[in-house]
């Protein structure tokens, strides 16, 4: 595999996580009615600013809480005509960070599990590839992709880029990254008070362009400019010019709803993840190393062998 090939997949892979970062903070327009079929709007707006203070005051308590419980649904455009639909739940720790969930709606073969269950420690994250990955992989079932170490492996030694695909799945969950976000939106507002969950909630919105978000994500802080501009391109390419962000605040001003919203060129994306039981204890283990195949040791190989694999598009 070619040094520019890597190069490639880093930047191709950052723009997914980045995607990702963002993508559990910001949605639609109707709130939680098919969760609880009730909502009401506030008489009156508050002016921009208090609403700031609410996102911001949100943003310190989620860092604080440091683990939580979650459920996520994500919608996207799949193969032909049949749009994807993928669920997962489970805990996650963002500091540090530890995720265990299961997921379903995942695309596979005949022989995939119908669950997969992932788990992510720090930068690498184990996949269980089921009993008929383990056959296709002398026994070992757990498949562990670290995104970071991916990035070093390509020659790109931005410390910006490694530490925003080290964060890898827990980056993309953790509602404390996702609400700075939000709060970064020049356009933070109050909806009103709805009901999720059977409990009153304050619902804020806001937007944020792909400059916006890319220019705003702390994770990118060390990325070069060059790699900035492509990650922004390579955004861009896949038709996405805006995101659309909501969150809902209990009365403790913590998220307990976070959904986003953004069209593709492929078709329209939307993320909702609902969050409960803050401050919830997480202990994540590896699986044992002679149970796990290393995707980067994998690429490794390929690239010895000059074999190239395919890329997103």
């Known amino acids: 595999m070619h040094e520019s090939t890597w190069k490639r997949l880093s930047l191709s892979v950052t723009a997914v996580a980045l995607l990702a970062g ?8 109707k709130g939680d009615k098919a969760a609880s ?18 996102v911001n005051a949100a943003f310190k308590k989620t860092q604080a809480a440091k683990s939580a419980k979650f459920e996520m649904t994500m919608k996207m455009p799949g193969l032909g005509d049949q749009p994807l639909t993928v669920r997962s739940s489970g805990v996650m720790s963002w500091d540090p960070t530890a995720v265990d ?5 995942l695309p596979g073969k005949d022989g995939a599990p ?15 590839m089921g009993e008929e990955g383990a056959a296709k992989n002398d026994g070992k079932r757990w498949m562990k992709v670290d995104l970071a170490a991916m990035a070093k492996e390509s020659g790109n030694d931005s410390k910006g880029l490694q530490q925003l695909l080290g964060g890898g799945q827990g980056q993309s969950q953790d509602p404390a990254k996702q609400m700075a976000l939000l709060k970064a939106s020049p356009n933070v507002k109050l909806v009103g008070e709805e009901t999720v969950g059977g409990k009153k909630a304050q619902h804020y919105k806001g937007t944020l362009t792909a400059e916006e978000a890319v220019k705003s994500n702390q994770s990118l802080d060390g990325l070069g400019e060059k790699d900035r501009q492509e990650l922004l391109d390579t955004i861009k390419q896949a038709g996405i010019t ?13 998220p307990v709803k976070l959904v986003m919203n953004m ?6 994306m939307e993320i909702s993840e609902t969050l409960t039981d803050y401050g919830t204890p997480v202990s994540v283990q ?20 000059g074999d190239t694999p395919s890329l997103p598009s």
């Open 101 to 105: 969930q299961r997921m379903t709606g």
């Open 286 to 305: 590896a699986p044992p190393a002679d149970q796990t195949v290393d995707l980067l040791e994998r690429l490794k190989k390929m690239k010895e062998t």
């Open 37 to 54: 079929g009730a909502s009401a709007k506030a008489e009156k707006q508050p002016a921009a600013g208090v609403s700031v203070e609410a």
């Open 22 to 29: 963002v993508a559990a903070c910001g949605g639609g327009e």
């Open 242 to 254: 805006q995101y659309d962000m909501d969150v809902w605040l209990d009365s403790g001003d913590l």
């Open 114 to 128: 119908a669950e997969s269950h992932s788990l992510t420690i720090g930068t690498a994250t184990y996949t269980d």
């Open 263 to 268: 069209d593709t060129a492929k078709g329209r």
